[in-house]
């Protein structure tokens, strides 16, 4: 309540959520754009900057998975979500044999939190739930976000236990000649 009071432009959105045809000169604009231009990608896209998307505001952070659609295809951009994924069952598999369970606690978290935000930038893009301006991790234009995405693998790789895997864990002295 206090967001939608002070910040009026959220609730314009949720008010064009689910319908934004009917308010597509408007509230609307950029999720249509993006649904439409997504859609002319095909499987295959365009080829890399022969997209139009780029020319709607602030796409290159909020409407990546879009531009993914459009310029690189449909088949690059479930391929971008399936590497996150990926790496969620990865953390997944080293948290059962964690070192500590600080560290797994904070993989579990940090892949959570990337999962999430991956799931608002592309729910929002194709219009399944109101578009949020959160970037796609790893992907979208902003170094902010690139450096909270790096900063957030680095848990999971702290939480990965193999042989060496990381700096944390000192080798004895006749292991390493």
């Known amino acids: 309540m206090l967001a939608v009071r002070f910040k009026p432009y959220i609730a314009k959105r949720f008010s064009a959520w689910g319908h934004v045809w009917a308010y597509a000169s408007t509230t609307?604009?950029?999720?249509?754009?993006?649904?439409m231009y997504a859609a002319s990608g095909?499987?295959?896209g365009l080829g890399a900057g022969n997209g139009l998307l780029k020319h709607i505001s602030a796409a290159d952070t909020d409407l990546v998975f879009g531009i993914l659609?459009?310029?690189w295809g449909l088949i690059v951009a479930i391929i971008a979500v399936c590497s996150l994924v990926c790496l969620a069952i990865f953390t997944v598999r080293c948290a059962s044999v964690g070192r500590s369970s600080f560290y797994v606690i904070a993989?579990?978290?940090s892949m959570s939190m990337l999962?999430?935000?991956t799931a608002l930038n592309v729910f929002g893009s194709i219009d399944f739930l109101p578009l949020t301006g959160v970037t796609f991790p790893f992907v979208?234009?902003?170094?902010?976000?690139?450096?909270?995405?790096?900063g957030l693998l680095a848990f999971v790789k702290a939480a990965d236990t193999r042989k060496n895997a990381s700096f944390a864990i000192k080798r004895p002295k006749e292991e390493i000649q």
Do not use: H, K, P, V
Not at 140 to 150: E, I, Q
């Open 28 to 35: 609307g604009y950029q999720q249509t754009r993006t649904l």
């Open 115 to 117: 999962l999430f935000q």
């Open 42 to 44: 095909g499987l295959l």
């Open 140 to 150: 979208s234009n902003g170094g902010s976000s690139m450096l909270a995405s790096w």
């Open 107 to 109: 993989a579990c978290a």
């Open 69 to 71: 659609c459009e310029e």
